[in-house]
């Protein structure tokens, strides 16, 4: 089984966003916007077993995280 990934979504030097596992050195998606980008990672990751998705604003700050099912979410809904 695969161990869950973490993506970090974040924008190139050209203007461009990419989708990047963490400890890769080439970025898994490369495209247009942040919104393809994000989407392309949620993808990549519940296609290899779930894992989390770190979308990062222009200016590399973090906007918001997601855990992709199967992933390890450290806060998973009771019920």
Same mark, same amino acid.
Request: charged residues 30%; aromatic residues 4%; positive net charge.
């Given at each position: 089984?695969?161990?869950p *990934?973490?993506?970090?979504?974040?924008? &190139? %030097?050209?203007?461009?966003?990419?989708?990047?596992?963490e400890?890769?050195?080439?970025?898994?998606?490369?495209?247009?916007?942040?919104?393809?980008?994000d989407? +392309?990672?949620?993808?990549?990751? +519940? @296609? @290899?077993?779930?894992?989390?998705?770190?979308r990062?604003? &222009?200016?590399g700050?973090?906007?918001? *995280? &997601?855990?992709?099912? %199967?992933? @390890?979410?450290?806060y %998973? %809904?009771?019920?």
């Amino acid at each position: 089984m695969t161990r869950p *990934k973490t993506y970090h979504v974040t924008q &190139r %030097p050209d203007g461009k966003w990419q989708a990047v596992a963490e400890g890769a050195s080439r970025a898994s998606a490369v495209t247009d916007t942040q919104a393809a980008a994000d989407q +392309r990672a949620a993808e990549i990751s +519940r @296609n @290899n077993g779930g894992g989390e998705v770190i979308r990062h604003g &222009r200016d590399g700050s973090i906007k918001d *995280k &997601r855990t992709i099912a %199967p992933g @390890n979410d450290p806060y %998973p %809904p009771k019920g």
